[in-house]
């Protein structure tokens, strides 16, 4: 698995920070520890759930979790977190035979008692060595802090973590044992500002049917959200304009039909919003205007507004675009067209006997999902 850590400090984003000792609201209050080298009490709880993904066993189950002064810190694209100074982030990785029944949308981790595994096997009722430390910023850098030794124990209401670092000191730190959700989380760290290149409202007019194609790729469930992922993109060559939408389909669709509204909401059947990550990264729904090589000339993030996809007998498909970007511009179309190409062959009844495709200019895949770490804190 690819070791690196992803920080996101941007001079335009505020922080806010909150007291480590002080309850979130509705919460009980934990009582602090003094009686060990170093002890916190951390009220944010962050994360994401994998299944088993990254374990030896079918039937073993990884949580990845964030105990932070920081809420909701996760990106839930690209596994990446928020680091911002003066905080402090736990890093667990806890396998568990426990399945989460709403995947990583909605979860809270089971209880056990998790014994700090220096050998990286992913057995059930472990706490991965890898991905298990303490970072701890002031207000330029961190420190970051492994163990060899301990456990981490979880009842209904609280995480209670009790871990030997390498520096040999003893870490106390608890936090609640409440829900993560990351229903509303996509685009958390993302970059703020205005993205459009456009300085008026886009109709895109799809009028050489030749030169108009729909392409699908099938990435699963992805996200771990219960739902497959699908990267449509939508292109009239004849103008050079180029819609990609990653879309959020129920699992018992076998291709991705109907209407997507541009949500951020992981629970619903979307098309999810376009955004700029914290490595400069476009994720999520966006409009691209490519010039002959296919190089991107133009682009904008689409923020709210849907997609509508339906094929006839014929294999025909139409795809009814009505968008905005961040800067409030409309850009719509429909698209009109037998040049249909869709990686999932199960998906092709609904479209067309036999995939067909025009070009390939530009599209791109997905990594494969991994999980990452942070390794610095970016200066304000």
Request: proline share 5%; aromatic share 12%.
């Amino acid at each position: 698995m690819k070791k690196f850590f992803t920080l996101a400090l941007l001079a335009a984003v505020a922080f806010v920070g909150c007291n480590p000792d002080t309850p979130n609201e509705g919460a009980k209050p934990i009582e602090p520890c003094a009686e060990h080298d170093v002890d916190y009490v951390l009220n944010e709880v962050s994360g994401l759930y994998y299944g088993n993904q990254f374990s030896a066993s079918e039937d073993v189950f990884d949580y990845g979790l964030v105990l932070s002064n920081q809420p909701d810190v996760y990106d839930l694209m690209s596994g990446s977190v928020t680091i911002l100074p003066n905080s402090q982030y736990l890093f667990l990785d806890l396998y568990s035979t426990v399945a989460s029944p709403n995947f990583s949308a909605t979860f809270k981790v089971p209880n056990g008692v998790y014994n700090l595994d220096v050998e990286c096997s992913t057995a059930a009722n472990t706490a991965n060595y890898e991905y298990t430390n303490l970072y701890v910023t002031n207000e330029t850098e961190g420190v970051e802090t492994f163990f060899k030794s301990g456990t981490v124990t979880v009842t209904d209401d609280l995480i209670e973590v009790l871990l030997v670092g390498e520096d040999d000191k003893t870490y106390h730190i608890k936090a609640p044992n409440k829900l993560v959700d990351n229903t509303k989380t996509w685009g958390n760290g993302q970059m703020t500002g205005e993205f459009s290149t456009l300085t008026a409202d886009l109709q895109v007019p799809f009028a050489d049917a030749e030169a108009n194609e729909f392409y699908a790729e099938y990435w699963s469930d992805y996200l771990c959200v219960g739902k497959n992922l699908w990267l449509v993109y939508v292109d009239d060559y004849a103008t050079g304009d180029e819609f990609l939408f990653m879309l959020l389909a129920d699992a018992s669709k076998p291709a991705p039909v109907g209407t997507f509204p541009i949500s951020g909401d992981v629970s619903k059947e979307i098309a999810l919003t376009g955004y700029v990550d914290s490595e400069g990264n476009s994720q999520g729904s966006w409009w691209f205007k490519l010039d002959e090589n296919y190089e991107v000339i133009g682009l904008a993030p689409l923020k709210s507004g849907s997609i509508s996809i339906s094929a006839d007998e014929e294999g025909v498909l139409t795809a009814q675009i009505d968008t905005k970007d961040d800067k409030g511009n409309s850009l719509s179309g429909t698209c009109v067209t037998a040049n249909v190409y869709v990686d999932d062959p199960y998906a092709l009844s609904t479209f067309s006997a036999v995939p067909k495709m025009v070009k390939r200019g530009h599209k791109v895949s997905l990594a494969p999902r991994a999980k990452v770490k942070p390794t610095m804190v970016l200066k304000k």
